[in-house]
């Protein structure tokens, strides 16, 4: 799932300074999910632009809209008629969500009111952590399950590093889990440790094109 | 309104302890405006907003005493809920309108009229700051 | 036919939790109360949370109360007593006599009307205290002029709804229940017993319901002599518990006094705040974290004072033996309080005799055996609370739903049992 | 067409003088969808009823507002007279005027009467119906555990005619029991003879809890015998697994042996018939690593009173302070110590060592204030009181939190004294506090009343959806079930598709935390939805 957080309040209040009129336009899917962009925050968000508007006494007029997936044109496309409405509107969805209404509402000025951050997992109620970091180039079969790239503090390829703490704690946040320590447990749990002996190459991004694109198989 | 304090009751503590404030004649100013609530925990930041957006002058969250909630978590989620939306004015901009959450037992008429008083004390002292 | 309606005798905590489960679980309550109100001390007692809760559980009161005294399957009686008994369980006759209130309960709207015109000094009709239940309120016979011979009738004419009837006279009835729970409570030890300790001789010699009862009702602690705020303030405990007339811990006084030193720590930092101990009862769910924090602030003292006399300048000077240095010590305080104890109720003698329960030798009412916690010796009257024994809020409460489980038990089997006789028949 | 809503305002008998009502009156009349306004002086009294019933039928009074006393005291009076009149209990609020206007304030309160007069209308305007209704509960109950608790408990159970399985994780029942069989003319063959033969009561042995899903009135337990799992369904309940002691020598650094023994070791020798050497002296010794020693010093008495009147041997007890706070144990106390059992208090912590075979004990006795050197035979080393092994695992599985030293139950004290913060889920005896036996018996009747008023009749009468998830909205995000505290959420699959979050009217306490939490706004409480609140807040300062 994709994880976001919502950008400074002073970034926000600058991008929609000119504005009188805004449409503050949630996505009901990744972001709602991590606490940034559903119907909650949206309402808190729009709230407190007109409070703040209102104490600078430039009082700004907010509609409030949540779809379903703000990366797909059709679902966002409802919002037409409310985008007309209005000067310009502050999406919480994720980079693609405000790509997406940019592209259906060309005349308006969109702006991000979120900061689109990792792929990544909730540890429990209110925290989220990165686990993929799209690298494009997936080898969770031969670490056990274990994204060294992301959950390394150094994203190394080929074992830990010299400093691993007693009780597989990390040098870097010694509040985290070496990810090699897991790697090498849960390898050896399942009776596959001959798969540390292998070498990797290092991983060559200057490679990747952007933008990516995935192809189904499938019709 | 703008003179108002917008107060959330728990309807197992703070209501009854207002109650009790007025069954013995404990005078206090006449800006109070209870809104009862099941638990602490059913307020959240969007009310807290709303309530200074229609101009409340200070609005308190009131629940059990900590570890005492009926509801086990309700009011420490809501302590949490209060800071949150001293955050969210706080970076609006707005520090002139005073945000609190106490927790007070049903039998403690006299902790709900010092609340209220200090809500009072800030809300002037916000008001002289200006 | 079975029987369904139980009598509970007293609405303190342990008699509204037993009342409660009963009438939860489907059974009709007659609840009786000696008094105007119901809830027993523990709803005078005061909350003695800092900044958490310190357990003390008498928030669980007002709960209780306004439960009860809504509840469809509960009648309550107040200012009622039991006068006579007679037939068994499963078919027990229990004779009320309810004393008049003057002002009926179900019509009076506490609207204070008939304060205003009452002409006596102090009033001879007043409100109850605000936290009584049911809200309703009081016509003091000693004071009105009626009952002086006066025809006074101000309160009367004044009253919008017509509660107040000074032909009362106490009404007797008589019901048909198949259990009793006796839950009749306990009495504060009377510390003018202890003359040494100072208590009504010196004004700053408080008891702890004092205390309690200042905190509930002032929200802070002063000195009754002049006001101030105290700065040195002793607890003495045992006072009524653990000496020679009283074989038996009380229970609650180390905690209640912990918690409320802990209280006074909390409102006055400056405070300092001294406990007089024998043996300190810091066992039982959740209070160890607490101890270790009044072991910080609070300082214990083992022994207990022998005498407390006032000085000419009003404090307190407190004697006690301090054994280590193997003298007696003078220390002066602002403040002492009393821990006072449980004491067996100077009329369970009456109520053992009217239902034919036996007295244990401290005085509580008496349980059959040990496996036990709730019988008595008359089958089908079951005892709750602390009319048993000492007990805090949560024990209290336990034991009450207990006595509520064993009428249950009884007259299931009894209703059993009788279904098996006329089949027999 | 617009609702009809009624306001009833009462002046207490002509008491209230702070408040015009007559202006009042106007004002109020003024609010949209109030269609009619009612002075009373008396509406709790019953001619203040009949004259409002007669009312809300005359006028077709959908919703009403009462502005009178305290919600507190008289709002399941005037529910009772709307439905009365066939109206929905739920489409009531009140006006709190009285408590929280006329007498908390001085000087004329008829504006603020007004504005929360107003704040009620504004509210009722939005309400929702809520029906009631009964759900069926399964009457069978599962006691987990084998000691007496738990034995007794399913005694009870099936006296008032509940059936109860009693699941141990042991081979056979008893737990503890026979260790206390002294001292309380207790026969475990008995106890454990009429539960084998009770008809009410099944008994399952070697077996172990794995997994508890549902709610109240609806468990589906997973049990574990062997290698073999069969799922159960019960409608409560009951843990009872006791505690465990932890002997801990280690602070003296010696180890049990010989000389340092247990409790239980010492409770064994007692019982035997005869001992090769009969201790001359023996010491207790506890409050060293735990101060919470209500069953120490109850083990201590006992076995130090036993030891006197068996062997004669002197005996010291080393404490910091006699725990007498249970039921006739300052009794025993006292007959202990004239039995010339010597007690010292110590502050700090006592040396310990061996000397010739012996075990030496240094301490520093606060009432002498003397060091006090003393040597004994036999030194019973200090218990401690620790959670049963599977405590920690059970509490997460069953999503219930433990004590601060680890037991079960919240220290909460509207859990007390049996239940926990899941309707249904019970704890009682060992296994949630230190109770001595008296306290056990207790906790085991409370259950039996605790049980009895779920499930004796059946059924339980709930507000049906009174807190609801919009199946549409829910993201399946998972918040809710995390956060909330009686556990009354769980997945549920809609239509073999879709997983969305599903509200048990059982198990839900209505306490609003979720809906407040909900990302997606995607649950409502009926009464206090958002949009209840938010006109609340609305009508205030308005006028």
Same mark, same amino acid.
């Given at each position: 799932m994709i994880i976001a957080e919502r950008k400074p309040m002073e970034e926000i209040k600058q991008m929609i300074a000119p504005y009188n009129k805004l449409l503050v336009a949630g996505c009901g899917t990744c972001v709602t999910v991590c606490w940034v962009g559903g119907e909650k925050e949206v309402g808190i968000l729009a709230s407190q632009l007109r409070l703040a508007r209102s104490a600078e006494g430039n009082e700004i007029s907010t509609l409030e809209a949540t779809v379903e997936?703000?990366?797909e044109k059709e679902m966002t496309a409802e919002l037409k008629d409310k985008v007309a409405e209005v000067e310009a509107v502050l999406s919480l969805a994720c980079g693609s969500g405000v790509q997406t209404m940019a592209e259906l509402f060309e005349d308006k000025p969109i702006f991000p009111a979120v900061n689109t951050t990792f792929i990544g997992m909730p540890e429990k109620e209110g925290l989220w952590v990165e686990m993929?970091?799209?690298?494009?180039?997936?080898f969770l079969d031969r670490t056990g399950g274990i994204c060294p790239m992301v959950r390394c503090a150094k994203g190394l390829l080929n074992g830990p590093c010299g400093g691993t703490r007693k009780g597989? !704690?990390?040098?870097?946040?010694?509040? !985290?889990?070496?990810a090699w320590e897991i790697i090498y447990r849960w390898l050896e749990k399942q009776g596959?440790?001959?798969?540390?002996r292998k070498y990797y190459e290092p991983k060559n991004?200057?490679?990747? !094109?952007?933008?990516g694109k995935v192809q189904a198989m499938q019709a | 309104m703008n003179k108002e304090i917008v107060a959330f009751c728990c309807e197992h503590s703070a209501y009854p302890a207002a109650d009790l404030a007025g069954k013995q004649r404990l005078c206090y100013p006449q800006n109070l405006r209870i809104i009862r609530v099941p638990?602490?925990?059913?307020?959240d930041a969007i009310h807290i907003l709303k309530a200074f957006e229609k101009g409340a002058a200070a609005v308190l969250v009131l629940g059990c005493e900590d570890g005492a909630c009926h509801h086990i978590t309700g009011n420490t989620r809501a302590k949490e809920r209060v800071k949150y939306s001293e955050m969210l004015l706080k970076e609006v901009g707005i520090d002139n309108r005073p945000v609190g959450m106490f927790n007070l037992a049903p039998n403690e008429p006299h902790k709900f009229i010092r609340v209220l008083n200090e809500m009072n004390k800030r809300i002037k002292e916000s008001r002289e700051a200006k | 036919m079975e029987t369904r309606d139980v009598l509970v005798i007293g609405a303190g905590i342990a008699g509204l939790a037993s009342a409660l489960g009963l009438a939860n679980g489907g059974f009709s309550v007659y609840l009786i109360e000696k008094?105007?109100?119901? #809830?027993?001390?523990a709803a005078s007692f005061c909350c003695k949370a800092?900044?958490?809760?310190?357990? $003390?559980?008498? $928030?669980v009161a007002p709960d209780k109360i306004k439960e009860a005294v809504i509840h469809p399957q509960i009648t309550l009686l107040t200012n009622s007593t039991i006068k006579k008994l007679s037939g068994e369980l499963g078919d027990f006759r229990v004779e009320i006599i309810q004393q008049p209130r003057y002002i009926d309960v179900e019509r $009076?709207? @506490?609207?204070g009307l008939c304060t205003e015109v009452c002409p006596t000094e102090p009033k001879a009709v007043y409100p109850p205290? @605000?936290? @009584?239940?049911?809200f309703s309120y009081i016509l003091d016979e000693g004071l009105c002029l009626r009952f002086k #011979?006066?025809?006074?009738k101000l309160c009367r004419e004044s009253c919008p709804t017509k509660?107040?009837?000074?032909?009362l006279k106490s009404k007797k009835q008589e019901l048909s229940v198949g259990a009793i729970i006796v839950a009749t409570g306990f009495e504060v030890f009377?510390?003018?017993?202890? #003359?040494s300790l100072g208590y009504g001789r010196c004004?700053?010699? %408080?008891?702890g319901l004092d205390l309690e009862r200042i905190f509930n009702r002032e929200g802070y602690l002063k000195l009754p002599t002049n006001g101030n705020e105290p700065k040195k303030i002793a607890f003495v405990q045992c006072v009524g518990s653990r000496d020679e007339n009283h074989g038996? $811990?009380?229970?609650i006084c180390c905690k209640y006094a912990m918690r409320l030193a802990g209280l006074v720590k909390y409102k006055d930092a400056d405070a300092e705040v001294t406990i007089f101990y024998?043996? %300190?009862?810091?066992?039982?769910? #959740?209070f160890a974290q607490f101890y270790e924090e009044y072991k910080e602030s609070i300082r214990f003292v083992q022994g207990v004072p022998v005498e407390i006399s006032q000085t000419s300048s009003g404090e307190l000077e407190v004697r006690y033996e301090d054994i280590s240095q193997g003298k007696v010590c003078r220390e002066i305080f602002d403040l002492v309080t009393l821990s006072v104890g449980i004491s067996p109720r100077h009329d369970s003698w009456n109520l053992a005799k009217i239902l034919g329960i036996n007295l244990a030798d401290q005085g509580f009412f008496d349980i059959k055996?040990? %496996?036990?916690?709730n019988e008595t010796n008359v089958d089908g009257v079951f005892l709750a609370g602390t009319c048993q024994g000492p007990k805090d809020i949560p024990d209290s409460i336990a034991h009450g739903m207990s006595a509520a489980s064993k009428a249950i038990q009884v007259l299931s089997e009894f209703a059993s049992r009788r279904r098996g006789n006329q089949r027999g028949h | 067409m617009e609702t009809k809503i009624g306001v009833f305002i009462c002046n207490c008998g002509g008491s209230?003088? =702070?408040?015009n009502f007559d202006a009042a009156r106007e004002k109020v009349a003024?609010?949209?969808? &109030?269609t009619c306004v009612n002075l009373s002086?008396?509406?709790?009294?019953g001619e203040g009823k009949e004259k409002m019933l007669s009312y809300i039928k005359e006028e077709n009074i959908e919703r009403v507002v009462v502005a009178a006393c305290s919600p507190e005291l008289k709002e399941h009076i005037f529910r009772q007279v709307l439905e009365g009149a066939?109206? =929905?209990? +739920?489409?009531f609020s009140m006006a709190?005027?009285? /408590?929280?206007?006329s007498w908390a +304030? /001085?000087?004329?309160?008829t504006v603020k009467a007004v504005e929360l007069i107003k704040m009620a209308v504004n509210r009722i305007r939005l309400l929702q119906p809520v029906e009631k209704k009964e759900l069926s509960v399964n009457k069978e109950v599962l006691v987990v555990g084998g000691g007496f608790p738990a034995i007794s408990s399913a005694l009870q159970f099936s006296r008032i005619g509940l059936r109860t399985t009693l699941l141990e994780k042991?081979? =056979?029942?008893g737990g503890k029991l026979r260790e206390i069989e002294g001292f309380y003319s207790l026969e475990t063959s008995s106890m454990i003879g009429a539960v084998e033969e009770d008809e009410n009561i099944e008994i399952l042995t070697s077996t172990e809890v794995v997994g508890v899903e549902g709610k109240i009135g609806d468990f589906t337990v997973r049990i574990r015998k062997g290698a073999e799992e069969i799922l159960r369904n019960f409608g409560a309940i009951v843990f009872a697994t006791g505690y465990e002691t932890e002997v801990s020598p280690q602070d003296f650094q010696l180890k049990l042996g010989i000389n340092i023994i247990s409790q239980e070791r010492l409770a064994q020798m007692l019982q035997a018939?005869?001992?090769?050497r009969k201790p001359e002296s023996v010491g207790f010794i506890y409050d060293?690593?735990?101060?919470?020693s209500r069953l120490p010093t109850l083990a201590t008495l006992n076995n130090a009173l036993t030891l006197k009147e068996r062997w004669g041997s002197e005996v010291y007890v080393f404490c910091k302070?006699?725990?007498?706070?249970? /039921? *006739?144990v300052e009794k025993l106390y006292r007959e202990v110590r004239e039995h010339g059992v010597m007690f010292l208090k110590f502050d700090e912590k006592p040396r310990i060592s061996a000397e010739d075979g012996r075990v030496k004990i240094e301490a520093k006795d606060i009432l002498l204030g003397e060091d006090v050197t003393l040597t004994c035979d036999l030194l019973v080393a200090e218990e401690k009181l620790v959670p049963a092994e599977e405590t920690e695992a059970l509490s997460t599985l069953l999503n219930i939190r433990t004590d601060s030293r680890g037991?079960?139950?919240?220290? =909460? &004290? +509207?859990?007390?004294p049996v239940s926990s913060e899941r309707g249904g889920i019970f704890f009682i005896g060992g296994c949630r506090s230190d109770l001595d036996f008296q306290r056990a018996l207790v906790d085991v009747s409370s259950v039996v009343m605790g049980v009895y008023k779920l499930l004796s009749p059946g059924k339980i009468l709930v507000e049906a959806e009174r807190v609801k998830v919009d199946r549409q909205k829910?993201?399946?995000?998972?918040t809710c079930i995390r956060v909330c505290p009686h556990s009354a959420i769980q997945l549920v699959r809609v239509d073999n598709e879709k997983e969305v979050a599903e509200i048990s009217d059982l198990a839900?306490? *209505?306490?609003g935390i979720c809906a407040a939490i909900c990302p997606a706004k995607a649950i409502n409480f009926e009464g206090y939805s958002d949009e209840q609140i938010v006109a609340q807040i609305e009508a205030i300062g308005a006028s």
């Amino acid at each position: 799932m994709i994880i976001a957080e919502r950008k400074p309040m002073e970034e926000i209040k600058q991008m929609i300074a000119p504005y009188n009129k805004l449409l503050v336009a949630g996505c009901g899917t990744c972001v709602t999910v991590c606490w940034v962009g559903g119907e909650k925050e949206v309402g808190i968000l729009a709230s407190q632009l007109r409070l703040a508007r209102s104490a600078e006494g430039n009082e700004i007029s907010t509609l409030e809209a949540t779809v379903e997936r703000q990366c797909e044109k059709e679902m966002t496309a409802e919002l037409k008629d409310k985008v007309a409405e209005v000067e310009a509107v502050l999406s919480l969805a994720c980079g693609s969500g405000v790509q997406t209404m940019a592209e259906l509402f060309e005349d308006k000025p969109i702006f991000p009111a979120v900061n689109t951050t990792f792929i990544g997992m909730p540890e429990k109620e209110g925290l989220w952590v990165e686990m993929c970091g799209a690298c494009g180039d997936c080898f969770l079969d031969r670490t056990g399950g274990i994204c060294p790239m992301v959950r390394c503090a150094k994203g190394l390829l080929n074992g830990p590093c010299g400093g691993t703490r007693k009780g597989g !704690k990390c040098e870097i946040d010694p509040e !985290k889990d070496c990810a090699w320590e897991i790697i090498y447990r849960w390898l050896e749990k399942q009776g596959r440790l001959d798969l540390m002996r292998k070498y990797y190459e290092p991983k060559n991004y200057r490679a990747v !094109k952007r933008p990516g694109k995935v192809q189904a198989m499938q019709a | 309104m703008n003179k108002e304090i917008v107060a959330f009751c728990c309807e197992h503590s703070a209501y009854p302890a207002a109650d009790l404030a007025g069954k013995q004649r404990l005078c206090y100013p006449q800006n109070l405006r209870i809104i009862r609530v099941p638990c602490a925990g059913r307020i959240d930041a969007i009310h807290i907003l709303k309530a200074f957006e229609k101009g409340a002058a200070a609005v308190l969250v009131l629940g059990c005493e900590d570890g005492a909630c009926h509801h086990i978590t309700g009011n420490t989620r809501a302590k949490e809920r209060v800071k949150y939306s001293e955050m969210l004015l706080k970076e609006v901009g707005i520090d002139n309108r005073p945000v609190g959450m106490f927790n007070l037992a049903p039998n403690e008429p006299h902790k709900f009229i010092r609340v209220l008083n200090e809500m009072n004390k800030r809300i002037k002292e916000s008001r002289e700051a200006k | 036919m079975e029987t369904r309606d139980v009598l509970v005798i007293g609405a303190g905590i342990a008699g509204l939790a037993s009342a409660l489960g009963l009438a939860n679980g489907g059974f009709s309550v007659y609840l009786i109360e000696k008094e105007a109100a119901v #809830g027993g001390y523990a709803a005078s007692f005061c909350c003695k949370a800092t900044d958490v809760c310190s357990k $003390c559980s008498v $928030c669980v009161a007002p709960d209780k109360i306004k439960e009860a005294v809504i509840h469809p399957q509960i009648t309550l009686l107040t200012n009622s007593t039991i006068k006579k008994l007679s037939g068994e369980l499963g078919d027990f006759r229990v004779e009320i006599i309810q004393q008049p209130r003057y002002i009926d309960v179900e019509r $009076c709207i @506490a609207c204070g009307l008939c304060t205003e015109v009452c002409p006596t000094e102090p009033k001879a009709v007043y409100p109850p205290s @605000a936290e @009584a239940t049911p809200f309703s309120y009081i016509l003091d016979e000693g004071l009105c002029l009626r009952f002086k #011979g006066e025809d006074c009738k101000l309160c009367r004419e004044s009253c919008p709804t017509k509660a107040i009837e000074f032909e009362l006279k106490s009404k007797k009835q008589e019901l048909s229940v198949g259990a009793i729970i006796v839950a009749t409570g306990f009495e504060v030890f009377d510390a003018r017993e202890k #003359g040494s300790l100072g208590y009504g001789r010196c004004p700053n010699v %408080l008891t702890g319901l004092d205390l309690e009862r200042i905190f509930n009702r002032e929200g802070y602690l002063k000195l009754p002599t002049n006001g101030n705020e105290p700065k040195k303030i002793a607890f003495v405990q045992c006072v009524g518990s653990r000496d020679e007339n009283h074989g038996y $811990c009380s229970q609650i006084c180390c905690k209640y006094a912990m918690r409320l030193a802990g209280l006074v720590k909390y409102k006055d930092a400056d405070a300092e705040v001294t406990i007089f101990y024998i043996d %300190l009862q810091t066992a039982g769910k #959740g209070f160890a974290q607490f101890y270790e924090e009044y072991k910080e602030s609070i300082r214990f003292v083992q022994g207990v004072p022998v005498e407390i006399s006032q000085t000419s300048s009003g404090e307190l000077e407190v004697r006690y033996e301090d054994i280590s240095q193997g003298k007696v010590c003078r220390e002066i305080f602002d403040l002492v309080t009393l821990s006072v104890g449980i004491s067996p109720r100077h009329d369970s003698w009456n109520l053992a005799k009217i239902l034919g329960i036996n007295l244990a030798d401290q005085g509580f009412f008496d349980i059959k055996d040990s %496996l036990g916690p709730n019988e008595t010796n008359v089958d089908g009257v079951f005892l709750a609370g602390t009319c048993q024994g000492p007990k805090d809020i949560p024990d209290s409460i336990a034991h009450g739903m207990s006595a509520a489980s064993k009428a249950i038990q009884v007259l299931s089997e009894f209703a059993s049992r009788r279904r098996g006789n006329q089949r027999g028949h | 067409m617009e609702t009809k809503i009624g306001v009833f305002i009462c002046n207490c008998g002509g008491s209230i003088k =702070n408040i015009n009502f007559d202006a009042a009156r106007e004002k109020v009349a003024k609010i949209p969808s &109030v269609t009619c306004v009612n002075l009373s002086s008396n509406l709790c009294l019953g001619e203040g009823k009949e004259k409002m019933l007669s009312y809300i039928k005359e006028e077709n009074i959908e919703r009403v507002v009462v502005a009178a006393c305290s919600p507190e005291l008289k709002e399941h009076i005037f529910r009772q007279v709307l439905e009365g009149a066939g109206l =929905n209990g +739920h489409f009531f609020s009140m006006a709190n005027i009285r /408590e929280q206007c006329s007498w908390a +304030h /001085e000087g004329d309160v008829t504006v603020k009467a007004v504005e929360l007069i107003k704040m009620a209308v504004n509210r009722i305007r939005l309400l929702q119906p809520v029906e009631k209704k009964e759900l069926s509960v399964n009457k069978e109950v599962l006691v987990v555990g084998g000691g007496f608790p738990a034995i007794s408990s399913a005694l009870q159970f099936s006296r008032i005619g509940l059936r109860t399985t009693l699941l141990e994780k042991k081979p =056979n029942l008893g737990g503890k029991l026979r260790e206390i069989e002294g001292f309380y003319s207790l026969e475990t063959s008995s106890m454990i003879g009429a539960v084998e033969e009770d008809e009410n009561i099944e008994i399952l042995t070697s077996t172990e809890v794995v997994g508890v899903e549902g709610k109240i009135g609806d468990f589906t337990v997973r049990i574990r015998k062997g290698a073999e799992e069969i799922l159960r369904n019960f409608g409560a309940i009951v843990f009872a697994t006791g505690y465990e002691t932890e002997v801990s020598p280690q602070d003296f650094q010696l180890k049990l042996g010989i000389n340092i023994i247990s409790q239980e070791r010492l409770a064994q020798m007692l019982q035997a018939s005869s001992v090769e050497r009969k201790p001359e002296s023996v010491g207790f010794i506890y409050d060293v690593s735990d101060e919470n020693s209500r069953l120490p010093t109850l083990a201590t008495l006992n076995n130090a009173l036993t030891l006197k009147e068996r062997w004669g041997s002197e005996v010291y007890v080393f404490c910091k302070n006699v725990k007498v706070d249970s /039921e *006739g144990v300052e009794k025993l106390y006292r007959e202990v110590r004239e039995h010339g059992v010597m007690f010292l208090k110590f502050d700090e912590k006592p040396r310990i060592s061996a000397e010739d075979g012996r075990v030496k004990i240094e301490a520093k006795d606060i009432l002498l204030g003397e060091d006090v050197t003393l040597t004994c035979d036999l030194l019973v080393a200090e218990e401690k009181l620790v959670p049963a092994e599977e405590t920690e695992a059970l509490s997460t599985l069953l999503n219930i939190r433990t004590d601060s030293r680890g037991f079960y139950q919240d220290e =909460n &004290v +509207h859990l007390y004294p049996v239940s926990s913060e899941r309707g249904g889920i019970f704890f009682i005896g060992g296994c949630r506090s230190d109770l001595d036996f008296q306290r056990a018996l207790v906790d085991v009747s409370s259950v039996v009343m605790g049980v009895y008023k779920l499930l004796s009749p059946g059924k339980i009468l709930v507000e049906a959806e009174r807190v609801k998830v919009d199946r549409q909205k829910c993201r399946t995000c998972l918040t809710c079930i995390r956060v909330c505290p009686h556990s009354a959420i769980q997945l549920v699959r809609v239509d073999n598709e879709k997983e969305v979050a599903e509200i048990s009217d059982l198990a839900c306490d *209505g306490c609003g935390i979720c809906a407040a939490i909900c990302p997606a706004k995607a649950i409502n409480f009926e009464g206090y939805s958002d949009e209840q609140i938010v006109a609340q807040i609305e009508a205030i300062g308005a006028s």
